[in-house]
Every structure is written in C-alpha cells, then in structure tokens.
C-alpha cells in the first residue's frame, strides 16, 4: 500500500541561492496573478472560465514576452497554474472562497516543484547536510531526520523572519498488518484506564498523572507569585 508523508527541514541557502529562490517565488506569484486576471476577463465576456490545459499551453508565449520567466525552475511556474486550476475547482464545488491575486507582502512567501528522475531516490538527492533541489542545486539543510521513500515534490518558504523551509512530499510502500477477523470492546474508565473486552486491563498511571497535576499547580503557584512579589524568589 502507498502511503504519502511530509518531511520538513530547515535550509541554509547562500547568497546566490536566495536570489534565485526569490526570483521563483516572484515568478510564480506572476504568472498565478497574470492567468487569474485572464480567467476573470474571460469569465465577464464569455460567462465561462479557463482551464488548466488552456493557460498551460500558453506559458511558453509568456516566456517569450517576459525573458525573465526562463531563469527560473520551469515546474514552479507550471504548478503555479495547477494551484490556481485547482482552486477554481474547489470555489466552484463551494469548498473555497474564490481565489485571491497573491501579493508580494504576505509574510510567507513560497513555491513549490517538483523532483523528477534519480533526484527522487534520497540516497541521490539527499548526502549528509545537504539537499538536491531543482535549479538551486546542493542546499545546505538541517537533516534532522532520515528520509524514506521516494520524494515526489519540494515546497520552498521563506518566512516573515527571513528564515527558509522546504517540506518533502514522499510515497511511501507501506506494509498492511495482517486480518485477524477478530474484533475487542473497549471500556475506558477511572479506575483502570481501559478494560478489553477478552478481559485485558490496562491500569491508569496514577502516578504519572499525580506528577502532571503537581508540576501544572506549582506552575500557576509561580505566575500568581510573580505577578504580587516581580523581585521575590519564586518555587522550583
């Protein structure tokens, strides 16, 4: 069975690096604005929208008039109209509210593309701190985590700190746990804290629980404290 999860992972681009991840954003940003302000016009005169296939077919005309668009990672731009498409969709089976022009002043600023061929086996596109993305190359990240699986798509943000992301959509082979065909009731009470019905007790921690309680009043205790007596020494 697949199974898709996300991975998330702070990156340490330089110089370089940021120009171009804030050139792609900006170009995606543009071509999302241009294509939703033609869907509009086209609605008004025709009383019928665009379609992702439509706009699709019409970014390499974009990239002619606008140079700039071609130095940025070409999946970006093309999963910018995906986005708008499916938002589209999603507003018109009243999921939604209708989608927005995005603005160059929103404090998080992102893209995202997607990872193709090799790039999506970790063991290449993954090597020790560091991170293989379209266009940006060997990234340095924080490998807080193993990757497993194979990477399908990378979202770069930028936060309003100034500080970058990436989050990794990976698949998944997912091993299903065998059918026993059996089926158990579950009771959940005070004493124990829950009882099977093949007669299992699971018993309440009574102590862990104790210790909870004990370390959230003291807690209280000291902001009450702090708040009568800010210069006085406050429990521990």
Known sequence: MLKHKAYKFRIYPIKEQEIL???????????????????????????????YGSCSKEIPLLKQEFDWLKEVDSTSVQISVKHLADAFDRFFKKQNERPRFKSKRHPVQS?????????QLPEVSIGCNQLKLPKLKWVRFAHSKQV???????????NASGKYFVSLLVEQEINELPKTGSSVGVDVG??????????????ND???NAGLNLK?????????????????????
């Open 216 to 236: 959230q009043e003291a807690e209280r205790i000291n902001r009450t404290f702090k708040k009568r007596f800010p210069e006085k020494t406050v429990l521990q």
């Open 21 to 51: 991840i804030a050139k792609t954003i900006g170009c995606s940003r543009f071509v999302f604005n241009h294509f939703l302000a033609k869907w509009d016009e086209t609605y008004k005169t025709t009383g019928k929208g665009l379609s």
């Open 148 to 158: 497993t699986g194979r990477i399908l798509n990378a979202t770069i943000r930028r």
């Open 111 to 119: 893209y995202k593309t997607n990872i193709q061929g090799k790039n």
């Open 190 to 203: 005070l004493k124990n804290f829950a009882i099977l019905s093949d007669g299992t007790v699971y018993k």
């Open 206 to 208: 009574r102590d862990v």
